[in-house]
């Protein structure tokens, strides 16, 4: 177990993954341009410059079709919540690209006809080609807008991932615009045969991630409930059995994303940590009621059915690099800290913040857990704020543990705690590889 997860010297899968994905995008990108160069100027220069921003944000669209796809190879190193963040600034740059393009296109036709931007938009939208763009630019343009920080926070996750959906539909606007636009699929027979190639490859990847592998897993392994346990007042346990789970690929540390069908809304889904090591019998989740869906998973009945999506994350043991191991958790983040006990080898430590003992979900389990590998548990209660030192400062951290530099740090908690871990990581020059910490969530 030690020589497959500790990776001293070697490259980083995370490296590893980010190299093979940017080096797509270049040789796309340089793809793209050459075929641009090759295809000749348009009818006048602003439309040269506008057909140059078309195909870029072809480009940007399919590269965003790839990064929520799911892919297990990218995920389990580069991890979710990384992907998610790149698709939203990829977004944004999407959406300056295509309003760049609309804009210098109906430019372009007003300076060639030597009429106004206004006229000319009209004439264009009469035109099937151009109006599928305009569409699709639309379409874009209130996905970006309901996706701002301000009014995001405002939407339910389900009305705002609803909206959101309809980017696809411009996905599918967009393709049919530049199937329509000769310029661009019949300039060459290789610029023909790429562009249909590079569609279908990201829209494949999409289905086959987020559509067909879900599908055939739930088929497969027929998930149901065996068990509710609760833990405390506001937190329970929900044990999941199925047939074949030792043919599943999750690890110590994943999440998946738990749809339980009569208990909520189809469209209803939550990403729970896996709080036990998957052990080729059934998985398990621990979840704190923070809302109506967890709030209920105390009620769900025995021998119902599950829909599972995952096992998602690269909040795993893939990525040591180094023999001692520190987790840290806070709260509920525990969950997948307590999982990865159950994998770890060598000199373990684990920190482990909560208000009060009471509220520590799973500590006789972590406790057990950290005892068997001769570890060492600091329990740290309180609240932040409450006068001391700050518990996860550079100076507390060093305390607690002095040969911290020395090894890997796994980080699950809540943010402001997980920005604080960070913070004192970074005060203490740990390695930037040696530190671990994943958002798990939908968004």
Known sequence: MASDTVRGGTVL????????????????????????LSAGSGKNGVLTVAKFFGLHAALLMLFQLLLVARLPWLDRRIGMDRLTVWHR?????????????????????????????????????????S?????????????????TR???????????HGLHLLLYVALGLSFVHQ?????????????????????????????????????????????RVAAVVPESDDVVSVYVTGRHIDKLPARAGQFCIWRFPGHNHWWTANPFSLSAAPDGRG???????????????RNLPVGSSAFVEGPYGAFTSLHRTRPATLLIAGGVGITPVRAMLEEATGDVVVLYR??????????????????????????????????????FGGDSLHRLVPDITERDVYVCGPPAM????????????????????EKFGLA
Not at 131 to 147: D, E, F, K, R, W
Not at 423 to 432: D, F, M
């Open 418 to 437: 997980t920005r604080a871990v960070l913070a004192g990581l970074r005060h203490l020059r740990v390695p930037s590889r040696q530190v671990h910490a």
């Open 354 to 391: 909560v208000r009060s003992e009471a509220d520590a979900v799973l500590l006789n389990e972590v406790r057990h857990l950290v005892g068997l590998r001769g570890g060492r548990l600091h329990l740290l209660t309180g609240r932040t704020g409450e006068g001391g030192t700050p518990p």
């Open 150 to 160: 301000s009014l995001r926070r405002r939407l339910r996750y389900e009305v705002w």
């Open 131 to 147: 109006l599928l763009g305009m569409l699709a630019a639309g379409t874009v343009l209130v996905v970006a807008v309901i996706s």
């Open 179 to 223: 199937l329509l636009e000769t310029t661009t699929f019949t300039s060459s027979a290789f610029a023909t045969a790429y562009w249909w190639f590079l569609w279908l490859f990201a829209f494949g990847a999409l289905l086959a991630g987020r559509v067909v592998m879900p599908l055939w897993r739930n088929a497969y392994h027929r998930f």
């Open 89 to 129: 600034w990829v977004g944004f740059t999407l959406l300056w690209t295509v309003l760049t393009h609309a804009t210098l296109v109906v430019l372009g036709y007003a300076t060639l006809d030597d009429t106004s931007m206004g006229k000319t938009f009209v004439a264009l939208s009469g035109v099937p080609a």
């Open 283 to 297: 998985l398990r989740l621990t979840a704190k009621a923070a809302g109506n869906a967890s709030a209920g998973l």
């Open 13 to 36: 899968p995370v490296d590893a993954a980010r190299w093979a994905m940017w080096t797509f995008v270049l040789v796309n990108t340089v793809i793209v341009e050459a075929l641009f």
